[in-house]
């Protein structure tokens, strides 16, 4: 077994010791971080398919989510670069009733190392957070909304529509997560929509530059 294949078996069934040694061999190995992140998401699809098909529960879901962070801590300078611009503050957060935190993580790392400051909400985050956080921080030139439950897309939606309703300005909303879609977030409001990580770190850059 490779060493990028041992990382994502150790991922799937929550090795939380073993990760993040696995992984700085697989980067001595040579592999690219973003290879190996690339395994560690596919670990998390098989444990999402897992968990569908009653194979897997909850506990086990946590424990590999703890296992990929642990991995995600080693990748992390591999991943993100120094931007030489900076581009403003970015508000970040999981909206109101989503504890998904990771693909969340990792937007926020790869938005500010294209030159952001970050301010990161953390998960479960109501519309009335988001706009106070907007408030509180001065440069706010993006919102960052993400969401993985299908059940808190009308909680995204009622992000969005609070911050566009609040009269702040100055700012992009971007939203993305596994059920988000580009047809859904134009039809929220929101100014963009990111597939992944290094997407929303194009397309943040791209936003504020063209504003
Ligand atoms: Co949950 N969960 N979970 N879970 N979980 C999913 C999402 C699910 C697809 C599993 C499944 O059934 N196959 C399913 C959702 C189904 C649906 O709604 N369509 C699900 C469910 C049902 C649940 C619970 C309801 C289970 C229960 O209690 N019965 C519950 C809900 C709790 C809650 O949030 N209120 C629950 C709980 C949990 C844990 C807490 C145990 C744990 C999360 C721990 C944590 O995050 N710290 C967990 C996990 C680990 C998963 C899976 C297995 C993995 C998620 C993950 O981290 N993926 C997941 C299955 C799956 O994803 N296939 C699943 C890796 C990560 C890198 O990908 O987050 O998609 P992702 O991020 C991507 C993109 O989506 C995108 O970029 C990232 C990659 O570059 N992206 C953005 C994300 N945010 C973005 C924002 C952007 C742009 C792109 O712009 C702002």
Known sequence: MSKIEEVKANVETGKTKLVPGLVQAALDEGNPAEAILEAMVAAMGVVGDKFSSGELFVPEMLIAAKAMAKGVEVLKPHLAGTAATAL??????????????????????????????????????????????????????????????????????????TIKESGLTGFKVIVGGAPVTPEFAAEIGADAYAPDAGKAASKAKELVMAA
């Open 88 to 161: 403003g503050t970015c508000v970040i957060g999981t909206v109101r009733g989503d504890l998904h935190d990771i693909g969340k993580n990792l937007v926020a790392m790869m938005i500010e190392s294209a030159g952001f400051d970050m301010v990161d909400l953390g998960v479960d985050v109501s519309a009335a957070k988001f706009v106070e956080a907007i408030k509180a921080n001065p440069n706010v030139k993006l919102v960052a909304c993400s969401g993985l439950l299908s059940t808190t897309m009308p909680a995204m939606k009622e992000t969005v529509a």
